[in-house]
């Protein structure tokens, strides 16, 4: 199994231009969850998806956007770069929600110039 | 919403000492208390949790402490080897889908 799986690992964008970053996991979870990392801030939650079609927001969702149309895939879309939004964005999955063993990818550097 | 707070933001241990992250919590429905390590470069890995039907819960060199009352838990790393350097995040979490991290601990193992 390869677990969960984000591309790229790294990008850099110019204000004002869209991209999507992607997660994929193969465990046949039904929760995944971005988190943007920024440091002395922890991992926060940015939108979540408890199955196939159903997506909510996180802590920190305005500039961001999801869709899930398969339980393995859940890709996160940023609309119009904004510098407030390099960070490092991880995606996780869990069998049963927030409240069980989250599954983490390895992470996207992303830069805003 | 949930807050929790994590301390120390730094902590420097000998080789074969202990270490104590503490975490506090706002939410007194929170329920499910995990902690995670991640290594550099890697997404974060739970390395323990636990419930708060119970107060403690041991792995090998590692144990949480859960208080209730005062809305507390702690990590204790024993015996600390420099493999144990990392960043450790505690969070926490009531029934539902949204978990709330703390801010992070940078561990660091002297030899």
């Known amino acids: 199994n390869a677990g969960v799986t984000q591309t790229p690992k790294f990008q850099v964008l110019k204000t004002g231009q869209s991209m999507t970053l992607q997660c994929a996991q193969d465990m046949n979870h039904e929760y995944m969850s971005w988190y943007r990392q920024d440091p002395g801030m922890g991992l926060r939650l940015i939108h979540y998806s408890v199955g196939a079609g159903i997506t909510d927001q996180g802590e920190v969702p305005n500039g961001y956007n999801v869709s899930r149309s398969t339980t393995e895939d859940f890709p996160l879309r940023l609309l119009s770069a904004a510098p407030s939004q390099t960070s490092v964005y991880f995606c996780a999955s869990s069998y049963g929600g927030a409240n069980s063993p989250l599954h983490f990818g390895n992470g996207t550097r992303l830069t805003v110039t | 919403g949930e807050n929790v707070e994590q301390h120390p933001s730094t902590l420097s241990v000998q080789e074969g000492d202990s270490a104590v992250i503490k975490c506090t919590y706002s939410d007194s429905a929170s329920n499910y208390f995990p902690w995670y390590k991640q290594e550099l470069g890697k997404g974060p890995q739970l390395i323990i949790d636990i419930r708060s039907n119970v107060g403690e819960k041991k792995d090998q060199r590692i144990a949480v402490t859960l208080n209730k009352t005062a809305k507390h838990f702690s990590l204790h790393i024993t015996e600390t080897q420099p493999e144990d350097s990392a960043v450790y995040f505690c969070?926490?979490?009531?029934?539902?889908?949204?978990?709330?991290f703390g801010g992070g601990t940078r561990v660091l193992v002297k030899p």
């Open positions: 969070a926490g979490g009531a029934a539902g889908n949204k978990l709330t």
